[in-house]
């Protein structure tokens, strides 16, 4: 019988329901953040005329980056700015432009996802963070500055290169923050959880099931980990005492050496001392011949 052949599946198809509850929650704090950063610095950028996302905007543009890095697929970032449209619209909450919305924050998204078509062999770096942030933030600024604010080239290059040092601030921030949850690895865990509760679902698992599984296996692991370590440590002990010894037959052989040394620096000298009684006793002789 032919094998069935797999196809890559396409669009939303391609999330899973962790992914996309991954993303809701990625796009909650995002609006949240931007909602209240965003009125903070248009308190200090209004006065001055210059568009507040522009100092403001690399803080809750990482969000974007964040989203393709840690849902591990591309689009997640115009997944995020797609709700994000559509709640600023249908809300009108702080930060909305009305029905150019559209364009002020599907634009970034667009350029965080062409630099992050670009996948080097050993991952993602803080280049594509600071860069992607950097010219989403820019993008916005651009946008927003083209549209509400008709700046001037000057002002509007000012405007441009506050977005591009904000931007790779917050791509920078991204960055550590992607990097200490990785690190942490709660999401491969609840990811991994995910998958078994819902393959399990006909055999009625119960999440209970799960988390015992999960604790011992990271019992296990850790096992492995501190025997590996034991044996590590043996190994390196082992090579120590061996180098001790080493020192000590030197040491040993060196002592020995000075002690024939002396032994023989006391030969030569009582040798010397019977030739001087020799020369003595031969001289009285002839004195007394």
Excluded: C
């Excluded at 329901?17 to 704090?29: E, R």
Aim: proline share 3%; aromatic share 10%.
């Amino acid at each position: 019988m032919d094998k069935p052949i797999k196809r890559k599946l396409k669009g939303l198809k391609s999330f899973s329901i962790f992914d996309l509850v991954l993303l809701a929650m990625l796009t909650a704090a995002s609006v949240g953040f931007k909602v209240v950063v965003g009125n903070l610095v248009r308190m200090i950028t209004g006065p001055l005329g210059v568009p507040g996302g522009a100092l403001a905007g690399g803080f809750y543009m990482l969000w974007l980056p964040l989203a393709i890095t840690l849902v591990g697929k591309r689009g997640s970032a115009l997944l995020i700015s797609l709700v994000q449209t559509i709640i600023m619209v249908t809300t009108g909450a702080p930060g909305s432009h009305g029905v150019w919305t559209v364009i002020t924050y599907m634009g970034p998204a667009i350029f965080v996802e062409l630099v992050y078509l670009y996948k080097p062999r050993d991952g993602y770096n803080i280049l594509h963070f600071i860069i992607s942030t950097m010219l989403a933030n820019m993008v916005g600024t651009f946008g927003t500055s083209h549209l509400f604010f008709r700046l001037s080239i000057y002002p509007l290059l000012f405007t441009l290169l506050a977005a591009s040092l904000s931007g790779a601030l917050g791509g920078a921030i991204a960055y550590f923050v992607h990097t200490g949850i990785i690190k942490t690895g709660i999401l491969t865990r609840l990811r991994a959880k995910t998958t078994i509760k819902f393959k399990s679902d006909e055999e009625n698992v119960t999440w209970e099931q799960i988390d015992e599984e999960e604790r011992l296996r990271i019992e296990k692991e850790s096992a492995e980990k501190e025997s590996k370590d034991n044996y590590e440590n043996g190994f390196m002990q082992g090579e120590d005492n061996e180098n001790e010894n080493n020192i000590a037959d030197k040491l040993e052989i060196k002592d020995k050496a000075w002690k024939e040394r002396e032994d023989n620096e006391k030969d030569n000298s009582i040798a010397d001392k019977w030739k001087i009684k020799d020369k003595a006793w031969k001289e009285r002789l002839v004195y007394l011949s």
